[in-house]
């Protein structure tokens, strides 16, 4: 009976995208070594560029150790037990939807990403990536008609690879960390975006990512370009299915900003997070960075995580450009035996440059949950402001929270404000709901999504909904 | 033990030798009730004499078990009932110490409240629209502030704001047996006189009010039909509403007498006031 049900009681969770889809796939041998690069390369048809892109990555991620110091426990990862690319059997991309395999399309569908013509959400255009590989984008020749090129990056590399080779690594380097060394060696393939000069891009592009194999690693590369004054909004998606082994999820994302450009950003990370006795789900490892090369420029980040067993993530902002805005906006929701150590990086180099960081921790049942923040203010960044303000919610009382902000200031004059707070749901407050006939979990979730509506509000109107409904979902069944 | 004063109005509220305990720490130790249609009710006691426990018991909060006894709601089982199904089906309680919620909007709780207990009448729920007309016409039974909806569930409210807005929850899911738990508790007259007078305006012979208070001052102005003194987790005299008169004169010195009479112990026997024939 729910009304014996204390708030500690809120573990489990239910997750209605663990299905797998029966498809045949291409796979290559599990194990990484330098064939095994080269042969990613070949089989992708790529340019010398790139493969001399992925080898020297290669060679610079087998110098590098595995980073350490966030606060997640795991054990180690053999990275001779993972596949390093597959892909449904499907030979070439299609150019029109009716020759995808209909098991895609179905697949999709039940995500509730519809891709068929008749079905779609009228202003999203879609890329979906089912395990390594696009297979579809919707709305291609409407957005060619503005100029706006939406691809997969794989199609990008053949048919725009001038852009590609300007852009790719110019945010995230090779070398900048262990995971985006291992991505750029393997990464198999992600969304790209240009948006030609003073165009406002005139729908929402959306990616989605599904993992459906096994024992197979995700290694996806997305690369946005906004030309000056333009504008684009940009959200992902991502599930997984329920298996009992670790999937390795290792992306790495580049946002370039020119003169007056902005780019939105926005992601519902919702890998499957393993059971309620931490068996299985996705180790999430993903570099996220935006540049804001230009003067005026803007990033903006909103992140709701609410999956993964492991989520190592801090999308950052690097504020060249003078008067350039940096924002992040996050809520993350950490259940069950889930670990998350995610935060971001505003890094101010230009002058009067403005950052703001929203974090809405929350944790429940035996997770963990930390913000892990840098604010960075250079020599340069004369007048640069930063606002962060992190809060936690705390449900039942064996779950852990923590912030860890971090400031380092070469600007006497900058000006830095830092608030935090922690707070708990109460089996007070939840009971003086239920008193007034709200029951258990939607008690719950109007106080989580309270608790989150400085976020949710950043987020695409299409998607805000969404993103409660999910919230809520991931707490329930955690009654009785 | 409790007064029968509308003998032919149905019985809303039957409490039979309840017992509970918190933290395995017994509190109700025998509690017995009967509560019809039309009737208000006043419980009086020493702090510490189980009040708020018997009305959390009523209520449903997890942390109290029941470990004896029986609660019939208009002949239903009471205690095999959620928290929220109790409210849904008309039982209200007006918590002595409102607590606040952060973040959740004063107006939507109180849509998502009144439409949980109009589905379960079988009444349309009310969208934002609809429901802000009801609200502004109840705001006017506790003469609130419409500026109160916009803000946090009782965040930063003061206790008599606290107060009233449980009154107005209280209108707006229109309960067929509400408790006070010492509604007039920390309020000035002028806010003691808007309470009394909003309770008053919602009490009709169909409903029944249970208050839960230290003071005459209320009776005053609600005048009971009986009044029950509760003592070590049990009720220990009824009477009508004299006996508040009673036992503002005479204080409750008495209980402990009685008290130590119950528990079998051979005590001095201070005056205690009469019990009143109430039938
Ligand atoms: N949640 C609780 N935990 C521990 N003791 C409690 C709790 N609630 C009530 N009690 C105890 O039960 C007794 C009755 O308290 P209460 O019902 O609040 O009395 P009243 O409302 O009449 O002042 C007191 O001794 C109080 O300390
Ligand atoms: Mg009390």
């Given at each position: 009976m729910?009304s014996t049900?204390?708030?500690?009681?809120?573990?489990?969770?239910?997750?209605?995208?663990?299905?797998?889809?029966?498809?045949?796939?291409?796979?290559?041998?599990?194990?990484?070594?330098?064939?095994?690069?080269?042969?990613?390369?070949?089989?992708?048809?790529?340019?010398?560029?790139?493969?001399?892109?992925?080898?020297?990555?290669?060679?610079?991620?087998?110098?590098?150790?595995?980073?350490?110091?966030?606060?997640?426990?795991?054990?180690?990862?053999?990275?001779?037990?993972?596949?390093?690319?597959?892909?449904?059997?499907?030979?070439?991309?299609?150019?029109?939807?009716?020759?995808?395999?209909?098991?895609?399309?179905?697949?999709?569908?039940?995500?509730?990403?519809?891709?068929?013509?008749?079905?779609?959400?009228?202003?999203?255009?879609?890329?979906?990536?089912?395990?390594?590989?696009?297979?579809?984008?919707?709305?291609?020749?409407?957005?060619?008609?503005?100029?706006?090129?939406?691809?997969?990056?794989?199609?990008?590399?053949?048919?725009?690879?001038?852009?590609?080779?300007?852009?790719?690594?110019?945010?995230?380097?090779?070398?900048?960390?262990?995971?985006?060394?291992?991505?750029?060696?393997?990464?198999?393939?992600?969304?790209?975006?240009?948006?030609?000069?003073?165009?406002?891009?005139?729908?929402?592009?959306?990616?989605?990512?599904?993992?459906?194999?096994?024992?197979?690693?995700?290694?996806?590369?997305?690369?946005?370009?906004?030309?000056?004054?333009?504008?684009?909004?940009?959200?992902?998606?991502?599930?997984?299915?329920?298996?009992?082994?670790?999937?390795?999820?290792?992306?790495?994302?580049?946002?370039?900003?020119?003169?007056?450009?902005?780019?939105?950003?926005?992601?519902?990370?919702?890998?499957?997070?393993?059971?309620?006795?931490?068996?299985?789900?996705?180790?999430?490892?993903?570099?996220?960075?935006?540049?804001?090369?230009?003067?005026?420029?803007?990033?903006?980040?909103?992140?709701?995580?609410?999956?993964?067993?492991?989520?190592?993530?801090?999308?950052?902002?690097?504020?060249?450009?003078?008067?350039?805005?940096?924002?992040?906006?996050?809520?993350?929701?950490?259940?069950?035996?889930?670990?998350?150590?995610?935060?971001?990086?505003?890094?101010?180099?230009?002058?009067?440059?403005?950052?703001?960081?929203?974090?809405?921790?929350?944790?429940?049942?035996?997770?963990?949950?930390?913000?892990?923040?840098?604010?960075?203010?250079?020599?340069?960044?004369?007048?640069?402001?930063?606002?962060?303000?992190?809060?936690?919610?705390?449900?039942?009382?064996?779950?852990?929270?923590?912030?860890?902000?971090?400031?380092?200031?070469?600007?006497?004059?900058?000006?830095?404000?830092?608030?935090?707070?922690?707070?708990?749901?109460?089996?007070?407050?939840?009971f003086y709901?239920q008193s007034r006939g709200?029951?258990?979990?939607?008690?719950?979730?109007?106080?989580?999504?309270?608790?989150?509506?400085?976020?949710?509000?950043?987020?695409?109107?299409?998607?805000?909904?969404?993103?409660?409904?999910?919230?809520?979902?991931?707490?329930?069944?955690?009654?009785? | 033990m409790s007064a029968v004063i509308r003998p032919d109005a149905p019985v809303l509220l039957e409490i039979r030798d309840l017992h509970a305990s918190v933290?395995?720490?017994?509190i109700l130790k025998g509690v017995n009730l009967t509560i019809r249609a039309g009737e208000i009710h006043a419980v009086m006691g020493?702090?510490?004499s189980g009040k708020s426990t018997l009305s959390k018991v009523l209520a449903g909060h997890p942390a109290y078990t029941v470990t004896g006894g029986s609660v019939l709601y208009r002949g239903e089982n009471l205690l095999d009932l959620d928290p929220e199904q109790r409210s849904r089906i008309g039982l209200f309680l007006g918590f002595q110490?409102?607590?606040?919620?952060?973040?959740?909007?004063?107006?939507?709780?109180?849509?998502?409240a009144?439409?949980a207990r109009?589905?379960e009448r079988?009444?349309?729920?009310?969208?934002?629209?609809?429901?802000?007309?009801?609200?502004?016409?109840?705001?006017?039974?506790?003469?609130?502030?419409?500026?109160?909806?916009?803000?946090?569930?009782?965040?930063?409210?003061?206790?008599?704001?606290?107060?009233?807005?449980e009154i107005?929850q209280m209108a707006l899911l229109e309960p067929v047996v509400a408790i006070l738990d010492e509604t007039d508790?920390?309020?000035?007259?002028?806010?003691?006189?808007?309470?009394a007078?909003g309770v008053n305006q919602l009490s009709s012979p169909d409903n029944s009010t249970l208050l839960i208070t230290?003071?005459?001052?209320l009776l005053?102005?609600i005048t009971p039909d009986a009044v029950h003194v509760m003592a070590?987790g049990r009720i220990l005299r009824s009477g009508g509403k004299?006996l508040a008169?009673?036992?503002?004169?005479?204080?409750?010195?008495?209980?402990?007498?009685?008290?130590?009479?119950?528990?079998?112990?051979?005590?001095?026997?201070?005056?205690?006031?009469?019990?009143?024939?109430v039938a």
């Open positions: 729910s049900a204390t708030v500690g009681d809120l573990v489990s969770q239910t997750y209605k995208y663990g299905f797998v889809t029966d498809i045949a796939t291409d796979k290559i041998a599990k194990g990484l070594s330098e064939e095994v690069v080269r042969l990613i390369s070949s089989m992708k048809q790529e340019p010398a560029f790139l493969l001399d892109f992925r080898l020297r990555a290669y060679r610079q991620w087998l110098q590098m150790e595995e980073p350490d110091w966030a606060t997640l426990g795991y054990p180690p990862i053999d990275y001779q037990e993972i596949i390093y690319y597959a892909a449904p059997k499907q030979q070439e991309k299609k150019t029109s939807l009716d020759e995808v395999d209909p098991k895609l399309l179905e697949t999709f569908e039940k995500l509730g990403i519809p891709l068929s013509e008749q079905k779609r959400l009228s202003n999203v255009a879609v890329d979906a990536v089912f395990d390594s590989v696009s297979i579809a984008t919707t709305f291609r020749e409407q957005l060619a008609e503005h100029g706006v090129i939406f691809c997969s990056i794989s199609e990008a590399v053949k048919d725009h690879p001038d852009l590609v080779e300007r852009y790719l690594g110019t945010v995230v380097p090779t070398n900048d960390n262990y995971f985006a060394a291992l991505n750029s060696a393997v990464f198999s393939d992600g969304s790209f975006v240009y948006i030609p000069k003073g165009v406002e891009c005139p729908m929402e592009l959306s990616t989605y990512f599904r993992i459906n194999s096994g024992d197979t690693g995700q290694f996806e590369r997305t690369l946005i370009i906004a030309e000056e004054a333009s504008t684009v909004s940009y959200l992902e998606g991502c599930t997984a299915p329920m298996f009992d082994t670790n999937q390795l999820h290792a992306a790495v994302v580049e946002l370039v900003a020119l003169d007056d450009a902005s780019i939105k950003y926005s992601t519902v990370q919702n890998w499957y997070a393993g059971d309620e006795n931490g068996v299985g789900g996705i180790y999430n490892f993903v570099t996220k960075r935006g540049q804001c090369r230009g003067d005026r420029s803007r990033i903006s980040w909103t992140q709701v995580e609410t999956g993964s067993a492991i989520t190592w993530k801090y999308p950052s902002c690097v504020l060249q450009g003078a008067d350039s805005v940096g924002e992040f906006y996050s809520v993350a929701l950490t259940n069950n035996r889930q670990q998350a150590d995610t935060g971001t990086k505003m890094v101010h180099v230009g002058p009067r440059t403005r950052s703001t960081i929203v974090s809405k921790g929350i944790s429940a049942g035996h997770s963990a949950n930390s913000y892990r923040g840098l604010v960075q203010i250079g020599p340069k960044a004369v007048g640069a402001r930063n606002y962060s303000q992190c809060d936690s919610m705390l449900i039942g009382d064996q779950a852990a929270a923590n912030t860890y902000p971090y400031i380092r200031c070469q600007q006497p004059q900058a000006s830095i404000e830092h608030e935090a707070s922690t707070c708990r749901i109460s089996e007070d407050q939840l709901l709200i029951g258990f979990e939607e008690a719950v979730s109007m106080m989580v999504s309270g608790f989150c509506r400085d976020v949710f509000n950043q987020l695409p109107m299409e998607f805000a909904a969404e993103a409660d409904k999910l919230l809520a979902l991931k707490l329930e069944g955690s009654v009785g | 933290e395995n720490q017994p020493r702090n510490g110490y409102p607590v606040e919620i952060p973040g959740v909007s004063n107006l939507e709780f109180l849509r998502v009144t439409n109009r589905k079988g009444d349309e729920e009310l969208d934002t629209f609809a429901f802000e007309d009801v609200v502004r016409e109840r705001l006017s039974v506790v003469q609130m502030d419409p500026a109160f909806l916009d803000r946090s569930v009782n965040e930063g409210f003061s206790g008599g704001e606290k107060k009233r807005n107005l508790s920390g309020l000035d007259i002028d806010a003691l006189r808007i309470v007078g230290h003071y005459q001052r005053d102005l070590a004299d008169l009673e036992l503002e004169r005479s204080g409750y010195e008495w209980v402990d007498a009685e008290l130590a009479r119950l528990d079998g112990e051979a005590a001095p026997q201070p005056a205690a006031p009469q019990p009143l024939e």
